[in-house]
């Protein structure tokens, strides 16, 4: 089963920043796309962000578009996620999954086309 650790969420005013990170121990991420998805209370989960594995090529939900930024470090297993602008309507659980190399980072985002089930995610809470 693909496993992540999310880290990095926390409280943060209105206007501020965050990034997030999504690490994996026991496969290597280089090999899938790697998306960002984030669940409000009473919400479905909903793709914020994805990236590629072959060519970098990234999406961004709307609502995020010129305010995040998705990005991966190969070497370190990682995935980031660079938030800045923040908004009340940003607070949620943000998890990090993976999804099949060979989707379109669009529609992995769109119609949540990840492997496995939802890790415990990091909180992200947008208040002043």
């Known amino acids: 089963q693909l496993q992540f650790v999310e880290s990095g969420g926390g409280l943060v005013q209105p206007g501020g920043s965050l990034r997030l990170s999504c690490a994996a121990s026991?496969?290597?991420?280089?090999?899938?796309?790697i998306g960002w998805f984030r669940q409000a209370p009473g919400k479905e989960h909903e793709g914020v962000s994805c990236?590629?594995?072959?060519?970098?090529?990234?999406y961004y939900a709307d609502s995020v578009k010129g305010r995040f930024t998705i990005s991966r470090d190969n070497a370190k297993n990682t995935v980031y996620l660079q938030m800045n602008s923040l908004k009340p309507e940003d607070t949620a659980v943000y998890y990090c999954?993976?999804?099949?190399?060979?989707?379109?980072?669009?529609?992995?985002?769109?119609?949540?086309?990840?492997?496995?089930?939802w890790g415990q995610g990091t909180q992200v809470t947008v208040s002043s």
């Open positions: 999954a993976a999804g099949p190399p060979i989707t379109s980072v669009q529609a992995m985002c769109i119609f949540r086309g990840v492997f496995g089930s």
């Open positions: 990236i590629s594995s072959s060519d970098g090529s990234t």
């Open positions: 026991r496969f290597t991420l280089e090999n899938y796309n």
